[in-house]
Each structure stands twice: as C-alpha cells, then as structure tokens.
C-alpha cells in the first residue's frame, strides 16, 4: 500500500535518528568562537601616523568545532578544529589555512593523560603563553612565540594529568622527509599550580623551521610570515634560521584582586649564513579587579639581544596599558595603548603587527570590541 511504501522510506531516517539519539548520549561537540574588531591609532609608520580599521584588537577572531566521545573506563575520543581569520575581510588568517589555528585528534584518558595528532600548539602556548598574553602586548617580533604565530604541525603531543598540582607537556613535530632536522620541532613544559601559584618551565627547539627543499614539515611557511621579523639573518635576508631554541620559565600569583605575573625567556637563533642571534626577554605584569566588570592591566617588558658576528647590542623597552570592561560575561570592550623604544644598537621601534618606525620610538592605541560565544 502508499502507506507502507512511506513507511519503508522513512525507516532509514527513523534507524538514523535512533543512532544519532544513542551517540549524543555518550559524546558531546561544542561550536565556540569569538568576534574582536575595532579602531586604532599609530605613530612612525615608516614615518607617518596612521588610523586603521582593525581585526582582533581584543584578541584574534577564531571559530572552532571540539568534541569529546566517551569509551568507558575514563577513556573519551576527542578532537579540535579551529580556524582563524580576519573579521575586516573575511580571509581566513594562518595562510589561508582552513582550520590554521587547531586541527587535532586523539585519545585522553583520566588517569593516564591525553595523546594528539595534528596541528598543535607546542609548550609555549601552554604554559608561558597566557603571561605574555595577561600582558596585552608582544615581545618584539614575538621572538619567543608567546603569541602563538608558529604552530607545529605532523605533530605528536601528549599532556599529562595533574599529580599533586603538577602537569607535564612534551610534543614532537616530524618533518615527514627522510632527514629527521630538516623542518622537525620539539618542546616541553613543566607547570606547577597551588592555591594562588601558578608557575612553570619550558624548552621549545625548531630544526630547519624554514626548509627550501621541505616545506610541508613541522612549522611550515609559518615561519615565513613578515611578523616574525628576526626568523632571517640581518647580514643575509635571504638567510632564514638553521635553528631556533626557546627557554623560558613564567607564571602567575594572585593576591586579593590583583593579579601579578614575571616571566624570562631566553631565544637563540642560528642562521643559514653562520651568524647569530641572542635575545633575552623579561617581563612583569598585574591585572587588577576594579569592580567585577572593569578590569585594569599594566605591564613592562625589556628585550636585551646580541648579533655576534656584526656585533650589535639591540635593546628595547616597552610599557603596555589597558581598561577592559565586561557589558556581559561574553561581550567587553577594550582600550589598550602600547609604548615602544628601541636603545642600544637598536636603530627603530617595531610594536608587533604594525610596519617598522623610522626612528627609536612607537606608540599605538585600540579601542574594540570583543564577542565570545
């Protein structure tokens, strides 16, 4: 009859539904993202002040999909796919990649941690990533990747659960070519976090980051971006670094409303045409808790660099301000303003993001708006 021929068209819906209904019971995924936008000012753009309209003055737009499967036993399937991209434009950010910020699957488990493979972000990112980030500015060229403008991707990782607050970070980044240097990376990281301490220690190490016969390795043509202004040799430009080596130890204590934070890092740079490089970058920084939506930070970061074989002693001093205020738990907006100066052997300012001053000094201001959903 019509009718039993509808209904054997619409059992297959029916046993699909019945599945969907019995996964959903045992797994979970989250659609996240958020929107930042807004104006800013510059001085000494290549000598002349600028306004611009600009994508992530709060922090860079994002959208993503994280999902989490339970298998029993405390052992749950999970995934990550991020994308970034410019709200002013509508390009995708990270090259054009269309998951550049996060692209991960595994396998985590309650008592014996988490193992991933993908695109990631390497111990940097997780443990002295959120100090520099507290900050509201960069260290110049974001020279020790706190701002996270290098992701490792063919990457294994795994983290560790927490035992009697410590946790524990190691990843590794093939380079998917017959030699093992040529574009692979490595890092690890130790945290530590008891009532109002939060602190750790890192080591981060890219081989060959830059490779011109394997450019599909761990860091691929991240490495390449104009931002990173010190991945290339100041005697050859053409040279990009042959290695790049990351220390550094950070973290947080809190006191009543205030929440102060320090971190060292320091950076090695080897390049192809047998110069070097050496910079130190040290910072401090509090939050203070004005009343529970208006939030006021303060920072100072120093970088203190060496070139041996032109031997240059660069330096440079930078002071970043900000009044954050919450109109919602997911909406605030935000006015930073950030001061460079460069001193020593150092001949300009260059604050992360915006082309190179002609003199020793540059000064920036954003207002914006940030959307979390």
């Not at 990270?94 to 488990?109: I, K, S, T, W």
């Not at 011109?212 to 010190?230: H, V």
């Amino acid at each position: 009859t019509t009718r039993m021929k509808t209904l054997y068209k619409l059992a297959p819906l029916a046993m699909l539904g019945a599945f969907a209904t019995h996964a959903g019971a045992q797994s979970s995924i989250t659609l996240y993202g958020l929107i930042s936008a807004g104006v800013g000012f510059a001085t000494n753009q290549g000598g002349k002040n600028a306004w611009q309209a600009l994508s992530g003055t709060n922090q860079n737009p994002r959208w993503g999909l994280k999902g989490k499967e339970d298998l029993g036993q405390g052992l749950s399937a999970v995934f990550q796919l991020e994308n970034g991209f410019n709200v002013m434009t509508g390009t995708a950010a990270q090259n054009g990649r269309e998951f550049g910020r996060m692209a991960y699957v595994g396998l985590a488990d309650r008592t014996y941690g988490s193992l991933t493979f993908g695109r990631q972000y390497d111990a940097i990112h997780d443990y002295i990533g959120p100090v520099i980030i507290a900050s509201n500015g960069v260290n110049i060229g974001d020279n020790d990747n706190g701002y996270n403008d290098i992701r490792v991707q063919n990457s294994v990782k795994y983290v560790s659960p927490v035992y009697s607050g410590l946790k524990f970070t190691a990843l590794y980044g093939f380079s998917n070519a017959t030699g093992f240097a040529n574009n692979s990376a490595y890092s690890f990281g130790l945290g530590y976090e008891r009532g109002p301490l939060r602190w750790s220690v890192v080591y981060a190490q890219y081989n060959h980051p830059y490779s011109a016969t394997n450019q599909d390795g761990a860091i691929a043509n991240d490495y390449a971006s104009p931002l990173l202004i010190f991945s290339k040799s100041a005697m050859s430009p053409a040279a990009y670094a042959s290695r790049q080596r990351i220390a550094g130890t950070g973290g947080f204590y809190t006191i009543g409303r205030a929440q102060f934070a320090a971190m060292f890092t320091d950076v090695r740079y080897d390049y192809l045409d047998n110069s070097h490089l050496h910079l130190q970058n040290l910072g401090v920084n509090v939050v203070y808790t004005m009343t529970p939506q208006l939030f006021l930070g303060a920072a100072y970061a120093f970088t203190n660099g060496k070139y041996d074989v032109i031997d240059k002693r660069p330096k440079w001093h930078q002071v970043n301000l900000q009044a954050d205020y919450f109109l919602s738990k997911r909406t605030d907006v935000a006015l930073t303003v950030i001061v460079q100066q460069a001193a020593g052997d150092a001949d300009h300012a260059q604050i992360f993001a915006y082309a190179r001053s002609t003199g020793t000094r540059q000064m920036m201001a954003t207002l914006g708006v940030r959307h979390v959903f």
